[in-house]
């Protein structure tokens, strides 16, 4: 009898399941968290139901988290960067510190997925701890990267791991053998809300035992719950604004499955004040300048010239010698027509780097602003180098000295490129040449240079895009708006926008042009600047873009006077 009322009840459980999941549908659209979704609400079910396993023996746990972390690692692109590599040992530096305070004494094994939207950590059974760059990328401090390692790593020393893994043999039938191929999201979506708190107060006592700051978890609830109520209270505006919808879902489906920032701040309020945890200082999070590197230059690709210059120069002053972050520093300053201080910038690049593709002439280009001095400032450097000298100084000289007047050795470089049409270098010494003479003034020359380089490597888009300029300074206007309209059709880049808008405007098609000058001016706020436009392009270019400005307030008054 007591059998059948087990069964009747376990019946009546499950029919009052059914209708309840019925009555509490949610429309999810379609998205990689979807899956995350299903999962997590799946495992806190579960969670209910009277289902039971022998646990797996600790050899068999971590023979699975071996094969699962060795299948996980052959699906996703290695990125063996030395910037990766630090981050990994870092991790792993700091993974090690909490390891002895752990209940079971497991290889633990620490990992770093470079990815920026990955906005979580998770963990895989027999010790395997992953930590997003997008997670990390939120953190200023070791000891908030041990309160989440901590968390990751009560998950396997409670179980949980395991736990999850015989639920899904049990669910599915999946022979142990096959285990292995569970898909890796099973794992990163979180778990029922007992075993997350579990997660949460066991982890952080071993961050404390380890003599972190039990601050750093409160820190990491608190800028959780900040961040998820920007990304939800912003509209993408830009390319890179939409791609951050991406991290807005990872955050949608972290905070789906996970307890509620309050609830897991105030948990650990309460730990500190029962168990007398000492106030300790946070410690500096010693890889953080490679994050700040990494939104420096999602900043620059934004328009926020100044931001990406903060961030860049901070992270320079704890790690100097960066190529990236000189790169971005260099840029950024050159955006906001500070050419003095981006010529400082691309010579220490340079210094770091000689052959840097291309940084030798955005250097010769932010000392052309000062046309008086640039040629010798030019010279004084490249007496400073020692052994074989890149090819690209000879064009970036005699560029210079094209604009303090002496062509001698642009033509001497000319004749060279031209006597060697098979060599990879002669197009590009061409364009090269090409943008000096339209920055001289000497049109004419500069078309033949751009069209002959073109015709060399039709393929390479910055030939084609400095072509334009100097098409529609040489009254082209049709070639460059067939140019521009048949090779770029399918991506807006603001240079080539303002390319259109320019020679729709000299062509007299105001309406048209004004629409790709307000699209270029949003995405590249330096159009804006007179000083950047007087010094990269020619008169022509800064009179239209002049008038285009004007127009476009004067109709602004026009329509705000009309209301």
């Known amino acids: 009898?007591?059998?059948?009322?087990?069964?009747?009840?376990?019946?009546l459980f499950g029919i009052a399941a059914v209708i309840m999941g019925e009555r509490r549908?949610?429309?999810i659209a379609a998205s990689p968290s979807a899956l995350l979704y299903l999962i997590a609400d799946t495992e806190q079910e579960l969670t209910r139901m009277p289902v039971s396993f022998t646990r797996m023996s600790d050899e068999d746990e971590i023979r699975i988290g071996n094969e699962l972390a060795r299948y996980y690692a052959s699906s996703r692109e290695s990125k063996e960067d030395p910037e990766t590599i630090?981050?990994?040992?870092?991790?792993?530096q700091v993974g090690s510190h909490l390891t002895p305070y752990a209940h079971r004494k497991l290889p633990y094994q620490f990992h770093y997925i470079p990815d920026k939207y990955l906005i979580n950590a998770f963990a895989l059974p027999g010790g395997h701890v992953y930590v997003g760059a997008g997670l990390l990328a939120l953190m200023d401090s070791e000891d908030e990267l041990a309160a989440v390692v901590g968390h990751e790593m009560e998950h396997i020393d409670h179980?949980?791991?395991a736990e999850r893994v015989q639920r899904e043999q049990a669910l599915h039938k999946i022979p142990f053998g096959a285990l292995v191929a569970l898909p890796i999201e099973v794992f990163e979506a979180g778990y029922?809300?007992?075993q997350e708190l579990e997660a949460d107060r066991e982890g952080e006592r071993l961050a404390v035992q380890a003599g972190y700051s039990a601050n750093?978890?409160?820190?990491m609830f608190e800028t959780f719950a900040r961040l998820y109520e920007e990304y939800r209270a912003r509209r993408a505006r830009t390319p890179q604004e939409e791609l951050s919808d991406v991290a807005r879902q990872t955050l949608e489906g972290y905070f789906r499955s996970h307890p509620s920032p309050a609830e897991r701040i105030e948990q650990v309020q309460k730990m500190i004040a029962s168990e007398s945890w000492p106030v300790r200082p946070e410690r500096d999070l010693l890889i953080a300048y490679v994050f700040w590197t990494a939104q420096a230059r999602t900043d620059f690709e934004s328009g926020k010239y100044s931001r990406a210059q903060q961030l860049a120069t901070r992270s320079l002053q704890v790690k100097p010698k960066q190529e990236k972050a000189l790169e971005v520093l260099a840029k950024a300053q050159f955006a906001q027509a500070d050419f003095a201080a981006a010529?400082?910038?691309?010579?220490?690049?340079?210094?770091?780097?000689p052959s840097k593709e291309d940084a030798t002439r955005e250097y010769a280009l932010a000392l052309a602003a000062d046309r008086r001095s640039a040629a010798a400032e030019f010279q004084r450097w490249m007496d400073t180098l020692r052994g074989d000298k890149p090819q690209d100084l000879r064009v970036s000289a005699a560029g210079l000295d094209l604009?303090?007047?002496?062509?001698t050795a642009a033509r001497s470089a000319i004749a060279l490129a031209k006597a060697s049409p098979g060599e990879d270098w002669a197009p590009k010494w061409l364009a090269d040449l090409a943008w000096w003479y339209y920055l001289a003034g000497d049109y004419p020359v500069a078309l033949e240079l751009a069209t002959d380089a073109v015709q060399q490597r039709p393929s390479v888009n910055r030939f084609v895009t400095e072509q334009v300029w100097i098409q529609i300074e040489n009254r082209r206007l049709a070639d460059a708006l067939e140019n521009l309209n048949t090779r770029y059709t399918s991506t807006i880049v603001p240079d080539r926008t303002m390319a259109r808008a320019v020679a729709l405007w000299q062509a007299r098609q105001q309406d048209t042009a004004l629409s790709d000058f307000q699209i270029a001016i949003e995405r590249q706020p330096q159009w804006e600047n007179p000083l950047w436009i007087k010094a990269v392009y020619s008169p022509l270019v800064a009179q239209s873009i002049h008038e285009m400005q004007a127009e476009r307030e004067r109709r602004k008054v026009q329509v705000a006077g009309s209301r």
């Open 343 to 353: 010529a400082n910038s691309y010579r220490r690049l340079l210094e770091l780097n």
């Open 25 to 27: 549908k949610v429309d």
């Open 86 to 92: 630090e981050v990994e040992n870092y991790l792993s």
């Open 192 to 194: 029922s809300k007992d």
């Open 403 to 407: 604009l303090a007047g002496d062509a």
């Open 216 to 219: 750093g978890a409160i820190r």
């Open 1 to 11: 009898m007591k059998h059948w009322l087990a069964f009747s009840g376990i019946v």
């Open 159 to 161: 179980y949980h791991c």
